[in-house]
């Protein structure tokens, strides 16, 4: 299941070197001075950019509104795992097993990506800056979920290949 809290205690939860490369890259993400940190934190709001990491990791860079729930809806992926990574804001995101879910979108591999009917029996986890989540594979979410209003939220994803 999906663990979460802050870059340091996930990176001790997550002690495996299938994690480097993306614990690496959050680091700098986090430090004020470094080209990952000024990129991200110029990107404009809807902005997206893909950037590659090494041979079999990327980051999806984004700086987005949060949104009403009726706006979102529950993913998973087969061939990457999530590092998700708030630089500043907060959102909701909600997570349950795949299991419990009804497929509505099947699996698309181009995309890595499979989508799923909506629920009321997900469990929910507010991150905000400096708080990380990672989803495997098993772990439908619903990320980008309004607190109480819309919020700017400057937010990375690293893809960790399975």
């Known amino acids: ?22 614990f690496e890259y959050l680091e700098k993400v986090l430090q004020n001075d470094t080209i990952e940190n000024k990129r991200l934190l110029s990107l404009d709001i809807d902005a ?14 984004q700086v987005y509104n949060t949104k009403d ?6 993913e998973s992926h087969k061939q990457y795992i999530d590092v998700q990574f708030i630089l500043e804001g907060e959102e909701i995101i909600e997570v349950i097993n795949t299991n ?4 509505n979108f099947p699996f698309d591999e181009d995309m890595d990506l499979i989508k799923y009917n909506d629920t009321i029996n997900a469990s929910s986890i507010k991150l905000k800056k400096g708080d990380v989540v990672v989803f495997f594979p098993e772990d439908a979410h619903m990320p980008c979920l309004e607190l109480q209003d819309k919020l700017k939220v400057v ?8």
């Open 1 to 22: 299941m999906a663990i979460f809290g802050t870059l340091e205690v996930v990176k001790q939860q997550l002690n495996n070197n299938k994690f480097n490369t993306a």
């Open 155 to 162: 937010k990375t994803v690293v893809k960790v290949a399975i």
């Open 100 to 103: 419990e879910l009804e497929i």
């Open 69 to 74: 729930r009726n706006r979102c809806f529950f």
């Open 48 to 61: 997206f950019e893909k950037i590659d990491l090494d041979s079999s990791n990327f980051a999806l860079e």
